[in-house]
């Protein structure tokens, strides 16, 4: 399903394109990258109707719902508490099962606007909302289901899940949510606060996934791919999912050019893994005949 007009067509004019990337790749190199306005800039390469008057109104938007938090409520729970109450009982944020179905789940300023979201992007509004208060809040990457912790993560937190309304999460109810996702117990290693890049590369990793069983969004796996690769830390295989994706939408001389550029990195590590890559490269220059 896609609800975003032009996510799936052609990509914008270049002009358009390359200033905005520009200003997402300085944003992810800042001393300490602005998480609201990485996932705004995302947004405006999904949503050619996201402009900088809609960025603007979408981080005045979280400013609002900081301001309707209570002063420095007593300890972690207190902010969980108070938290939950605002913006999952009285503002409705929370997720459905049909959030991981929808491009727009995965988008901060369409997440604003309908109150619903997969559970990392809910977790973006609830640490950007409590941060603009005073909040001692964090991200937890749990796997397969990211949550939030509410004051210091190596010692005193309490632990919410935004998909279900902010609900407070025990030490088994954190388990169940991994071993659900892994069948592994919980590894105390988890619990550690997630960075806004890495926070960054799990989101555009989602839309990826979205993307990817789509042939018709192959544009929107494109851009998920090219942005990822501007963060100053990604997966190395991201260039030769670039390159491959690049293939099969018929952009075949650029295409074999970037398995080849990919094959000579990798050889010396990986000799046929890099044999695999040019024989890819060789099948893909013949189309071109």
Do not use: K
Request: aromatic share 4%; with cysteine.
């Amino acid at each position: 399903m896609n609800d975003i007009p032009g996510s799936g067509g052609p990509r914008e004019d270049a002009p358009d394109t390359a200033d905005r990337r520009r200003r997402f790749a300085e944003a992810a190199r800042d001393e300490r990258p602005d998480l609201a306005l990485l996932c705004l800039l995302v947004g405006a390469e999904a949503d050619p109707e996201l402009d900088e008057a809609g960025m603007d109104a979408a981080q005045m938007e979280l400013d609002r719902l900081a301001g309707l938090l209570p002063y420095a409520p007593a300890g972690p729970a207190g902010w969980a508490e108070a938290v939950g109450r605002v913006l999952g009982r009285e503002c409705g944020f929370h997720g459905t099962p049909a959030e991981y179905r929808r491009l727009e789940s995965s988008l901060l300023h369409r997440v604003l606007e309908r109150r619903r979201g997969l559970p990392i992007l809910l977790s973006v509004v609830w640490m950007e909302v409590a941060r603009r208060a005073g909040a001692p809040v964090h991200g937890v990457a749990l796997p397969g289901h990211f949550v939030v912790g509410f004051g210091d993560p190596y010692g005193e937190d309490v632990l919410v899940d935004p998909f279900d309304g902010g609900r407070v999460l025990s030490t088994a109810d954190a388990a169940r949510l991994v071993g659900g996702a892994t069948g592994a117990p919980l590894d105390p290693a988890l619990l550690v606060p997630a960075g806004p890049l890495e926070i960054m590369l799990r989101i555009l990793n989602n839309i990826r996934a979205w993307a990817a069983p789509r042939p018709e969004r192959s544009a929107v796996q494109l851009w998920a791919i090219e942005l990822s690769l501007l963060l100053p830390s990604h997966p190395a295989r991201l260039r030769l999912e670039r390159a491959q994706l690049l293939v099969r939408r018929g952009e075949f001389a650029l295409g074999a050019r970037e398995l080849e550029e990919y094959a000579d990195v990798v050889a010396a590590v990986e000799p046929e893994t890099a044999e695999t890559v040019r024989r890819q490269a060789r099948a893909a220059r013949a189309l071109l005949n």
